[in-house]
C-alpha cells in the first residue's frame, strides 16, 4: 500500500524527463532510419559483397525501428504516469483543505484525524456534530479510495522504471494506438513467474501468460477482472499448446432478459484471450490447464459482469479430458439456486467434454461434445507460435437469436483416430 509520504515524495516532473528523453531516442532513430533508407554509395556493388551490405542496412533499419517503437511506449507510459501522479497529488490536496476547514488533518498513516465532537455532547447542537462526522467519514473515504488508486500508480511507475532501464521487453506494444501497455506485460510476465518460477520466453509461453492473467485491457469490459482457474496436467514434452475458443460472431445477441454484447468475429487464430467469451488452453510443455471467462457486457446498459466457470481435468498418459461449463452472469437469479438449477434444466450455458491429444505434426486427434453455440475453434500452437487449426464449428453468424436457439443443443466432435 502507498503512503501519504510516498505521494507527497513523487514527482511529476522527473518522469516527465523519461518521456522527454524518449521523445529525443524517437528523433535520434527516425534520422538514422531515414539515412540508411537513402544511402547509395552500395547501389554500384554487385555480387556476395552487395548481399552482405543490403543485408546490414536491412538488420540497421530494423534494429533502429524496434529501439524507435520501444522508445515510444515507454514515453507514452511516462507520459500517463506523470498526469496520474499530478492528479493524486491534486485530489490529496484537496482532502487535506477540507480536512483542514474542520480543523483535521491528513496523518501519515492515512487517516483523517484530530478532535471529533461526540453526539452526547451538548456543547454543539446534534445537527451540526452528525454533520461534521459525516464530512469526517466522508473524507477518510475518499482518502482510503486514493491510496487505492495510487497502489496502481506506483506500479505504472515501477513499470516505466523497468523498461526505460531495459529491464523488460516492450516491443508488443502499439506504439501508435496505444491499444497495449507495458503494464499488461509486466502483469502477464508476473502471473507466469508466479506459476511457473521463471519468465515467459516462447510464443507459446507468452499465450499462456495472456490467458492466466486475470486483468482486462480491453475498455468494454471497464476494468473487470475475467475468471480465470488453473489446474495441473503431467507433462508432455514437446505436445504444444492446445487452444479451444468459445466466440460469439456478431456484435451482439438478443438474450434473456438481456442482449449481450458479442465479439464480432470469424476464426482467428492470432485471436487474443480477450477475444472469446471462454477459453480452455492445455499447455503440454508447462504442465497445466487454463479456463477463462471473459467479462460479459449487457447491451445497451454497458454493464458489466463475470459469471463463475467450473473445470474438470482428467488425464490418461497424453490424452487430456477437459470438461467445463460457463454461465451468462445476466441471467434471472444467477446467484441463487432457484437460477443454477434453471441453467441446467433448460441447458442455458457454455459447456463441453473434450478429451485432446498432443498434436504430432501429422494427425491432429480431438473428440467429446460441445455446445451448438456459440461458434468454436480449436488450435494447436508450436513453441514457433504458428497456430494450426484442427477444428471449427460455427453456427449462423448472423442470427441474432443464437443463444436462445441453439444453446440447448450440443454436437460431437471427431478429429483424427480410427
Not at 474542520?102 to 456543547?123: A, K, N, W, Y
Not at 502483469?187 to 482486462?216: C, H, I, Y
Not at 482457474?229 to 514434452?237: E, L, N
Not at 503440454?284 to 479456463?291: C, F, H, L, Q, S
Amino acid at each position: 500500500m502507498v503512503t501519504v509520504v510516498e505521494i507527497d515524495g513523487w514527482d511529476a516532473e522527473q518522469v516527465r524527463e523519461v518521456f522527454r528523453q524518449t521523445e529525443e531516442n524517437i528523433r535520434n532513430c527516425d534520422t538514422m532510419v531515414t539515412r540508411f533508407a537513402n544511402l547509395t554509395v552500395f547501389e554500384t556493388w554487385s555480387g556476395d559483397s552487395a548481399d552482405a551490405a543490403g543485408s546490414r542496412v536491412a538488420t540497421a533499419v530494423k534494429d533502429f525501428t524496434n529501439f524507435r517503437n520501444e522508445s515510444a511506449a515507454i514515453g507514452m507510459a511516462a507520459r500517463k504516469a506523470a498526469e496520474s501522479i499530478d492528479e493524486v497529488k491534486r485530489r490529496l490536496e484537496g482532502i487535506r483543505e477540507g480536512a483542514r476547514q474542520l480543523g483535521l488533518t491528513v496523518t501519515d498513516s492515512g487517516t483523517v484525524d484530530g478532535p471529533t465532537p461526540s453526539p452526547s455532547d451538548t456543547t454543539f447542537p446534534l445537527f451540526e456534530v452528525l454533520e461534521f462526522i459525516s464530512k469526517k467519514e466522508r473524507l477518510q473515504e475518499q482518502l482510503s479510495q486514493l491510496l487505492a488508486d495510487a497502489a496502481q500508480v506506483d506500479q505504472d511507475l515501477a513499470t516505466v522504471i523497468d523498461a526505460a532501464d531495459g529491464d523488460l521487453p516492450v516491443t508488443d506494444v502499439d506504439p501508435i494506438t496505444g491499444t497495449s501497455s507495458i503494464s499488461r506485460r509486466a502483469n502477464q510476465t508476473k502471473v507466469f513467474e508466479d506459476r511457473f518460477g521463471r519468465s515467459p520466453s516462447t510464443p507459446s509461453d507468452w499465450k499462456l501468460a495472456e490467458a492466466m492473467d486475470p486483468n482486462t485491457y480491453d475498455p468494454r469490459y471497464m476494468g473487470t477482472d475475467s475468471a480465470v482457474i488453473v489446474k495441473s496436467i503431467d507433462k508432455v514434452p514437446g505436445g504444444g499448446l492446445v487452444r479451444v475458443n468459445a466466440f460469439i460472431p456478431r456484435d451482439n445477441v438478443h438474450n434473456i432478459p438481456h442482449d449481450n454484447a458479442g465479439d464480432s468475429r470469424g476464426f482467428d487464430g492470432s485471436a487474443g484471450a480477450e477475444d472469446s467469451r471462454v477459453s480452455i488452453y492445455i499447455d503440454y510443455d508447462n504442465g497445466v490447464v487454463v479456463m477463462r471467462q471473459n467479462p460479459s457486457v449487457e447491451i445497451p446498459s454497458g454493464a458489466v459482469k463475470v459469471g463463475s466457470p467450473t473445470l474438470g481435468v482428467a488425464q490418461d498418459g497424453e490424452r487430456v479430458q477437459v470438461t467445463f461449463e460457463a454461465k451468462d452472469p445476466f441471467m434471472p437469479f444467477y446467484d441463487q439456486e432457484v437460477g443454477k438449477w434453471a441453467s441446467s434444466t433448460v441447458e442455458a450455458s457454455v459447456r463441453g467434454t473434450l478429451v485432446a491429444e498432443p498434436y504430432d505434426g501429422v494427425e491432429p486427434r480431438l473428440e467429446g461434445q460441445l455446445t451448438n453455440y456459440p461458434a468454436w475453434e480449436v488450435y494447436v500452437d508450436s513453441d514457433s507460435g504458428v497456430p494450426t487449426q484442427v477444428y471449427g464449428h460455427m453456427p449462423d453468424p448472423t442470427d441474432p437469436w443464437g443463444p436462445v436457439k441453439h444453446l440447448p443443443g450440443h454436437h460431437d466432435v471427431k478429429v483424427g483416430g480410427n
